[in-house]
């Protein structure tokens, strides 16, 4: 069974979804045949005690990445992969708009260039510089949204075509100002819930508050996994590391949401 397209939880009134689930869990679980944990296939609502059984999965299993499930009780993307198999959730490796697709490859092309600050944590670097002077920005200041806004430029001009991407070194000043490009933006709340929404070429933004933000690229999407290509950050997924990196994303680590610039 294909995942729903939204997040299964106590209260869901689709009782195929919720008696495929107990199925699943009884099976997952080994609890067939224990009364005191045995889920009623019988029975379509999704109660306290399914919940505790989905916790129960949660804290055995982990993500397509290897990593804990959150135990929450309630079935998001994450979950529902671990449960019915990759298959079963939404993926996306290819943009349909050859613009999007020549900013990813172009993307790709600094992170395989290994791009670095120099000096480490200077926000500067011979290719830094370059980000930065891309969008008129002074230099040594953060450079996430400056990379983004280069790999579109150089896409653009690869291929003819005009970049639709505001110019700006400002995460959430993108944010703000996307609509007046053509930018269709998708809060954070819309994907966790439906994955499927989120398409490669597309630029997550974070918000860390007190006006700074982070920001990159969605390379390619399995379920609930996002695997971006980030500028001013490094394995520890912060917003001020040392260089361009390829990283996969939980959806809920996107607190602010995604702009769209295909078709634009």
């Given amino acids: 069974m294909d995942y729903p397209r939204r997040i299964v939880k106590v209260g869901e009134q689709d009782v195929v979804i919720v008696k495929a689930l107990k199925e699943k869990l009884n099976i997952s679980l080994g609890i067939g045949n224990d009364p005191d944990l045995h889920l009623d296939l019988m029975d379509g609502n999704f109660g306290p005690k399914m919940k505790q059984a989905v916790k129960l999965f949660q804290a055995r299993n982990v993500d397509g990445e290897g990593r804990p499930l959150k135990q929450d009780g309630e079935?998001?993307?994450?979950?529902?992969?671990?449960?019915?198999?990759?298959?079963?959730?939404?993926?996306?490796?290819?943009?349909?708009?050859?613009?999007?697709?020549?900013?990813?490859?172009?993307?790709?092309?600094?992170?395989?260039?290994?791009?670095?600050?120099?000096?480490?944590?200077?926000?500067?670097?011979?290719?830094?510089?370059?980000?930065?002077?891309?969008?008129?920005?002074?230099?040594?200041?953060?450079?996430?949204?400056?990379?983004?806004?280069?790999?579109?430029?150089?896409?653009?001009?690869?291929?003819?075509?005009?970049?639709?991407?505001?110019?700006?070194?400002?995460?959430?000043?993108?944010?703000?100002?996307?609509?007046?490009?053509?930018?269709?933006?998708?809060?954070?709340?819309?994907?966790?819930?439906?994955?499927?929404?989120?398409?490669?070429?597309?630029?997550?933004?974070?918000?860390?508050?007190?006006?700074?933000?982070?920001?990159?690229?969605?390379?390619?999407?399995?379920?609930?996994?996002?695997t971006t290509i980030e500028g001013n950050t490094d394995a520890s997924k912060t917003r001020e590391g040392g260089g361009v990196y390829r990283l996969t994303r939980k959806f809920a680590e996107i607190n602010k949401g995604f702009i769209d610039y295909a078709g634009v």
Avoid at 81 to 86: D, H, S, V, Y
Avoid at 148 to 163: K, Q
């Fill in 75 to 226: 079935v998001g993307s994450l979950t529902w992969e671990a449960l019915f198999g990759k298959g079963t959730v939404a993926t996306s490796a290819n943009p349909g708009d050859p613009l999007l697709q020549q900013v990813l490859k172009t993307a790709g092309g600094e992170a395989a260039r290994r791009v670095l600050e120099v000096p480490r944590n200077s926000n500067r670097g011979p290719q830094v510089d370059t980000y930065l002077r891309c969008v008129g920005a002074p230099l040594g200041v953060a450079w996430c949204c400056a990379f983004v806004y280069y790999c579109f430029e150089e896409a653009a001009g690869t291929i003819g075509r005009t970049n639709p991407m505001v110019k700006t070194a400002g995460c959430l000043d993108h944010w703000r100002r996307a609509p007046s490009r053509g930018g269709r933006r998708m809060a954070s709340s819309q994907a966790v819930n439906d994955p499927s929404l989120v398409k490669a070429g597309m630029i997550f933004i974070m918000d860390h508050g007190g006006g700074l933000g982070h920001t990159g690229l969605v390379e390619h999407v399995v379920g609930g996994l996002i």
